[in-house]
């Protein structure tokens, strides 16, 4: 276990000097994400949340204290093999290291260092527990211990070393990568936001209902959902960042600075973002205030037109600094909505967990095929030629979001007393807007819920219906009707490969 510790130690501080994502846990964790089945993602998505992350970075260290143990009893009788069974983990770390999107012959250098100087360590200690050469036989009935005698102060004075050294350098190795990127977060806390040319109209003051129970209209940074597939979050200095744009139909390849950005015309908007990945009734959107450059604006710079004025691009691969790709439909980005490269969230720049400096934020898409955070690199392509990061593990190519609506209260299982319960909740149905919601109980009529008033077609609506509730168990249902009309399926489907569809319910006992 103190071999297996200093192992990742000693990786942990060379990876400082290399980069915080070529460290043995993240590698193998990546590798593992990467080759997930949509299942068993789902499966982790669904009871694990957002904590995901961490229950596989647990996971693998419980798997690495078991293999540790085991290695550990195999060299109390092959000493050389102990260590040299070591050595092949930190090939494995290697290996899935160097083969990360974005890896390079460099991010080797932790789990092969790790391993080596853990291989040491197992050897000399497993040593120390070796017979001592017996200064005369009296000592060695004084100890008891006839031949398996071992020097046991030794011992424990060696595997003390070895563990808080291995400490130290593990220390060590938090501090440089925080000092290493401290640069990031400077020009984070630095940036002063601009001032929108094109303002965001003010929230109309009916779009938030103030239900005790229900979501705020603005969803805050803190509390926003996050999904995406990185075990360590990119901190990237704004003022090395660099956004390329080219490929087919390209007439003039562009690459842009923050600082270029920032003298573009800036526009502020509320969009609504939601994840594929999202359940019905689930959790996975969120509604913000974006602050950025129109992205439409940047490709018509560069000389892109879209398909149905004879471009021959129909996709954007927008790609991020940790190798995510998201295929984003060029139509629908140069339709006139409102696709923005963001910097600002809610009035800051953006957080680094939601892609400081710079993402992409297309009203109407779901997250995976339009919001590219840590985004470095837009590539004009098509659908044809190109299957980007998600597409490759069965989820659709296009995926607009579905027309969808939660109830935030009563909580499932709740118990109001009966009388006037308010039900209340959101619905979305990005760039169309929502026109209706109802509500029924016990699978009786639709009842007209009450809208708030509509903040702007690619935001979420709050709604409420005022419930007569009566005593007993009610199963609660709600459906939406989005601005072209039609209205929400009730049909059952799950998330992959498109987005989930079905009618949010809720039981509760009026008692
Ligand atoms: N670089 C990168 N960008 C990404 C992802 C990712 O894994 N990596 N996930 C996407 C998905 S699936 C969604 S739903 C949104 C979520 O954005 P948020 O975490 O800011 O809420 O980011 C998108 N952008
Ligand atoms: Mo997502």
């Known amino acids: 276990m103190i071999a297996g510790f200093c192992a990742l130690a000693v990786a942990e501080l060379v990876s400082a000097v290399v980069r915080p994502e070529a460290g043995p846990v993240a590698a193998v964790g990546g590798v593992v994400i990467d080759r997930t089945p949509p299942v068993v993602k789902d499966f982790a998505v669904r009871h694990f949340g957002t904590a995901d992350k961490l229950v596989l970075e647990l996971g693998i260290l419980a798997l690495l204290a078991v293999f540790a143990v085991t290695v550990g009893l195999m060299a109390l009788r092959h000493r050389l093999l102990g260590s040299a069974t070591v050595l092949v983990f930190g090939v494995v770390g290697a290996v899935a290291a160097v083969g990360r999107p974005e890896g390079s012959p460099a991010d080797a250098l932790p789990s092969v260092v790790g391993a080596v100087m853990a291989a040491e360590v197992l050897y000399l200690l497993v040593g120390r527990l070796g017979p001592v ?8 009935e004084r100890d008891g211990q006839g031949n398996g005698a071992f020097d046991r102060r030794g011992f424990v004075i060696a595997a003390t070393a070895a563990a808080a050294a291995s400490a130290g350098a593990g220390f060590l190795g938090r501090r440089l990568t925080s000092s290493v990127q401290a640069g990031a977060t400077a020009s984070r806390h630095d940036l002063v936001l601009p001032v929108p040319e ?4 003010a929230v109309p003051p009916g779009a938030d209902l103030r239900i005790r129970g229900l979501s705020s209209f603005i969803t805050p940074n803190k509390s926003f959902y996050r999904v995406d597939t990185a075990l360590v979050v990119p901190r990237i200095d704004a003022d090395s960042w660099r956004l390329r744009i080219h490929g087919k139909g390209v007439a003039r390849p562009l690459t842009v600075s923050f600082q270029d950005l920032l003298g573009r015309e800036i526009i502020e908007r509320d969009i609504t973002l939601a994840c594929v990945s999202n359940e019905v009734g689930g959790p996975y959107v969120g509604n913000a205030r974006w602050i950025g450059v129109r992205l439409a604006d940047l490709l018509r710079e560069a000389g892109v037109e879209p398909p149905s004025q004879g471009g021959p691009s129909d996709q954007i691969v927008a790609r991020s600094v940790d190798g995510m790709t998201i295929g984003t439909p060029v139509e629908t980005v140069m339709d006139g909505r409102d696709a923005i490269l963001a910097l600002g969230m809610n009035g800051e720049p953006l957080p680094f967990a939601h892609g400081f400096p710079v993402r992409m934020v297309v009203p109407g898409l779901y997250g995976y095929v339009s919001a590219c955070k840590w985004i470095k690199d837009i590539e004009l392509t098509t659908f044809a030629s190109y299957d980007a990061y998600w597409v490759r593990r ?28 308010p039900v209340a909740g959101v619905a979305w149905a990005q760039h169309r807007g929502i026109s209706r919601v109802e509500v029924r109980v016990d699978g009786g009529p639709w009842h007209r819920a009450r809208l708030a008033a509509e903040d702007s077609r690619d935001t979420w609506r709050q709604w409420v219906w005022e419930w007569p509730a009566t005593s007993g168990n009610h199963t609660l249902e709600v459906r939406a009707t989005d601005g072209t009309g039609a209205t929400q399926t009730g049909e059952r ?9 079905g009618w949010h319910s809720v039981v509760v006992d009026v008692s």
């Open 133 to 140: 050469p017996r200064p005369s036989p009296a000592a060695g």
């Open 493 to 501: 489907v799950g998330t992959v490969p498109d987005g989930a569809t």
């Open 394 to 421: 069965s989820w659709s190519q296009q995926a607009p979001v579905k027309t969808e609506s939660r109830i935030d209260t009563p909580r499932p299982f709740a118990s109001p007393k009966p009388g006037i319960v």
């Open 198 to 201: 094109s303002p965001a109209p």
